[in-house]
């Protein structure tokens, strides 16, 4: 089940915090990339969105019949998103710097919360509504939880680019 994966993933992400300091979270590779701290901080702003709008289709059947574009379709068939860096919305340029790393811990914490709470609602009601991602037409809440824990798995190769950036750093210190 989706949420069981899901929960795995996010404390996946949880666990590795204890391997950098605070520093180390906010270093950048370059002006105009990511620390992973703000990767951090990306994942749990929009996870928090997806999680906003899977809770909407599961308050009516608005758009039931509409469907996912031939991409997102190919997305959900390989479990994945595509290999390639994707230029997000002209507002990722303001994702903050973490406060803390308690900061990340407790928002993460805060989506397992909420992806557990939509897995029972998901369980419980009737309704099968679907909302519309800005790309990739109509997703039900399924479907967003489960481009939700694609994106985490996604962010892994970014982390990966960053991790190298801070091993090389600290083999020139």
């Not at 914490?109 to 939509?118: D, P, V």
């Amino acid at each position: 089940m989706i949420t069981e994966e899901f929960n795995s993933t996010i404390d996946s992400w949880i666990e590795q915090l204890d391997y950098y300091g605070f520093p180390q979270l906010r270093a950048k590779p370059s002006e105009s990339a990511w620390s992973l701290g703000q990767v951090y901080m990306h994942l749990i702003e929009s996870t928090a969105h997806f999680f906003e709008e899977a809770r909407r289709c599961l308050s009516s059947n608005d758009h039931e019949h509409e469907e996912a574009s031939p991409s997102a379709k190919k997305m959900f068939d390989n479990n994945e998103l595509p290999d390639i860096l994707i230029e997000g919305p002209a507002s990722n340029r303001n994702t903050p710097q973490p406060d803390s790393k308690d900061q990340l811990i407790d928002g993460l914490m805060k989506l397992k919360a909420e992806l557990n709470s939509l897995g029972a609602l998901m369980s419980a009601t009737e309704f099968r509504g679907k909302t519309k991602h800005p790309g990739l037409r109509y997703f039900g809440a399924h479907d967003w939880l489960l481009f939700a824990e694609m994106h985490f798995r996604h962010h892994l190769r970014q982390k990966r680019r960053i991790d190298d950036f801070l091993s090389a750093s600290a083999d020139r210190s």
